[in-house]
Structures are given as structure tokens and as C-alpha cells.
């Protein structure tokens, strides 16, 4: 039905000739904005509902004294749901730790949040298909829970700032009023409102990407450089994103575009981890409750297990 | 009584302070609005989303979206009732 309201539109509306490579582009690009808003929407508005079941509060109290292990899948889980941007990291992890969530546990949400939520998955899924977003939310999980668990295995605790330890929180959070259903509805249309403010010009630009570009540039541009045969490009690539700050939907362009240019699978999902994962900003951030050694091990962890990933799926798919 | 926003500095934390003052100011009350950016504090008021608002200690809206000019005022008023 999309596919008829868009070749309507393109040849009846506007008039334009069958068979050009300006039309098929144009036809492709109404097809897919129209396609992806749609998933976005709903999707976003969907989860905002569920989201709105567990605010961090809630979250904190489901963590808390919970068993390593256990601890990290739920908290990798919760990441997903829980509403996190990267300006509240910081009272987020003091709140976890003061409640008694341990440190690796914490960890394996702080990296799920950012990584793996409901925009990263719904762009994939329009623009690559369900079963790559499946993979991505995956790895992505299991990242989030094997970095956590290995840095609470170290026993890392001391490498958190002391004045974290001090802190007792009043609890007031409780004053929060109960919500209705009718509230929760309210919270997931402003919600739904507010993300696509920020993500449609990054989305159209990956849609532009893939209806224009297409078909410019050579094939297999970057499969000389960064294909499935070069050892080095999953490393390269994490190397490069580690340092980028941007969300999951501010990177969707690129990883289109290297995807379309011929990059494999594995390199491209490492790079997108990556970006989204790791940050100076989000490093400068951490730095008022890590001690710096605690953040080296942190992004140590993250870039190790990141390019593992890389290799696995370079290596299966 | 005593209105704080809370927050680390960022955008929405400058528009909630910004709806908070408009608010006290619409209903003609005698409070002062307080920016609070230190991370301890926040944390301390177990807020973990920013921004937070805070009225006579308690906490009354945390993290995104923001709430509307109304809510703001509603959530202001509900203290008041309170004395």
C-alpha cells in the first residue's frame, strides 16, 4: 500500500518518467521516509508506554542487592526500557550505587542505555531488515552484560570516587505523583513528539543516502579497504568511533552509507557500538565518579569486547 | 517556599528553570527559584533524571519530557494546599 502511495505520487502527482534513475531514487526515498516515520512512531510510542512502567526509581529497586550475573542480563534488559541521556549519568550511577545495585551490574546498565534502545533498533530494522536490528540488539545485550560482569569480577569499587560512597539519598523520588493511564498515554505521545524532534534530519539523511548516493559512488569502494579480508578493519573502525559522540540515530547515516560502499556487517555494527558506547563527552561526564583507572578499564573493556563482536559476525554472517 | 531545579547545566534544565520562574510569577507567589547543579546534591535528593524539580524538599518532576507551564503551576499549587 506504501509502495502504490509512493508510486503514485511520484508518477501521477509529479509526473515523472518510468525507469529513470532520478525517479527510482525519488520513488524509493518517499517509500522509505514514509515507511520508517511510521515504524518510528510506533514503536517509540509503544515503548514510551512501557517505559513509563520503569523509571529509574523502579529500576534502582529492581537492581539493587541483585546477584552478579542475574543482576547484569536484568540490568542490560532494564537499560533498554529506562530512560537515560547521557546529561544524567552521573546522579543515575551515584542513585545505583547508593541503593546497594553493585558496580558491575551498574556498568552493564550505563552501556546497554545508550547502545541498545528502541530508535537504534527501529532504524536498522527500516533500513536493513528485521533480522539485522535482531542482531544488533543482541550483541549489543551482550556486550552490555560480559563488560559488566568483567569489571565486577575486578572488584573495581575503590576506583570509585569516595564522595559517591557518602552520599545517602533522601528518597524523595516517592513524592512523585501515581499515574494514571490517560497520564501515561499523555507521557508517551510528548515522548514519541520529543525523539523525533531530534532524530527526523538524521533519518532523512540516511534515507537521502541510500535513495541518492546509490549507485554514485562504486560498489565495492570499501570493500578494497575495510571488506571482510582486511584483519585490521573491525579494529580501525572501533578506533574511529570510539573517540565520535553521537546517538544511534546521528550515526545511522554513516553506518548506511559504509554498509552500502561494500563495508562488512561485523565492521559496521563494531563502529556503530562504538559511537553510540563510547564518548569523550560521556568519558569527561563519568570522570566526576570514576577514578580515572576505573575509566581506562571501562573503555579498555568496551573497545576489546566491541571488535569481538566485529570478528564474530564478520566471521558467521 | 522553596522552589529548586536540578540539573548539571543542560538545555533543559535552563527551560524548566525558566518555566519554574514563570510559573511563581503568574501565580504571584513569594518563592524563590533555585538552580541547584551540583552533582552530589542532585543525588542527594535521590533525583535520577535530570532535570528535577523540587518544591519545600520534595520532589515533584524528574528527567524528560519537560511538563507544560500548566503542570509546572499545578505541581507548584500542590504544595501549596499543603502549607
Redesign the interface.
Known amino acids: 500500500m506504501l509502495k502504490a502511495f509512493a508510486d503514485y505520487l511520484v508518477y501521477s502527482v509529479l509526473g515523472m518518467a518510468r525507469g529513470t534513475r532520478l525517479s527510482g531514487a525519488l520513488e524509493f526515498f518517499i517509500y522509505d521516509t514514509i515507511k520508517i516515520f511510521l515504524l518510528l512512531s510506533v514503536i517509540i510510542f509503544i515503548i514510551s508506554i512501557i517505559r513509563s512502567y520503569f523509571?529509574?526509581?523502579k529500576t534502582?529497586r529492581i537492581l539493587s542487592n541483585k546477584r552478579e550475573f542475574i543482576g547484569n542480563i536484568l540490568a542490560a534488559l532494564l537499560g533498554i526500557v529506562t530512560?537515560?541521556?547521557s546529561?544524567?549519568a552521573?546522579?543515575?550511577f551515584?542513585?545505583?550505587v547508593?541503593a546497594g545495585v553493585p558496580l558491575g551490574v551498574t556498568f552493564s546498565f550505563l552501556i546497554s542505555s545508550p547502545m541498545v534502545n528502541e530508535v537504534a533498533v527501529v532504524l536498522l530494522w527500516g533500513l536493513f531488515g528485521w533480522k539485522i536490528a535482531l542482531i544488533y540488539m543482541g550483541t549489543g545485550l551482550l556486550v552490555a552484560i560480559i563488560a559488566g560482569m568483567i569489571i565486577g569480577k575486578l572488584k573495581l569499587e575503590k576506583w570509585v570516587e569516595e564522595?559517591v560512597y557518602t552520599?545517602?539519598?533522601?528518597?524523595?523520588?516517592a513524592?512523585?505523583a501515581k499515574q494514571t493511564f490517560r497520564d501515561r498515554l499523555v507521557?508517551a505521545r510528548?515522548?514519541t513528539t520529543?525523539i523525533l524532534k531530534q532524530v527526523w534530519a538524521y533519518v532523512l539523511v540516511a534515507i537521502g543516502i541510500g535513495g541518492f548516493i546509490h549507485g554514485y559512488v562504486p560498489e565495492d569502494f570499501l570493500v578494497r579497504y575495510a571488506g571482510p579480508q582486511n584483519p585490521f578493519a573491525v579494529p580501525i573502525a572501533v578506533a574511529l568511533g570510539v573517540p565520535l559522540y553521537s546517538n544511534a540515530a546521528g550515526v545511522i547515516p554513516i553506518v548506511y552509507a559504509l554498509m552500502e560502499k561494500g563495508m562488512s556487517m561485523g565492521t559496521v555494527l563494531a563502529f556503530m557500538m562504538a559511537v553510540t558506547a563510547l564518548s569523550f563527552p560521556e568519558m569527561i561526564i563519568l570522570r566526576?565518579?570514576l577514578k580515572a583507572r576505573l575509566l581506562a578499564v571501562f573503555v579498555s573493556i568496551m573497545t576489546v569486547t566491541i571488535i569481538g563482536v566485529g570478528y564474530l559476525f564478520n566471521a558467521i554472517l | 517556599m522553596e522552589i529548586k531545579v536540578l540539573g548539571p547545566g543542560c538545555s533543559n534544565c535552563f527551560k524548566l528553570e525558566e518555566l519554574a520562574k514563570t510559573a511563581v510569577k503568574d501565580l504571584g507567589l513569594e518563592a524563590t527559584v533555585v538552580k541547584i547543579t551540583d552533582i552530589g546534591q542532585i543525588a542527594t535528593h535521590g533525583i535520577m533524571a535530570t532535570p528535577g524539580l523540587v518544591v519545600n524538599g520534595k520532589v515533584k518532576h524528574s528527567g524528560k519530557p519537560l511538563p507544560s507551564l500548566d503542570k509546572v503551576k499545578e505541581l507548584i499549587k500542590s504544595e501549596l494546599v499543603n502549607g
Open positions: 523509571p529509574p526509581e534502582k530512560p537515560f541521556c546529561c544524567s552521573v546522579p543515575l551515584i542513585g545505583f547508593e564522595y552520599i545517602k539519598a533522601m528518597g524523595a523520588a513524592d512523585i507521557y510528548e515522548n520529543d566526576k565518579v
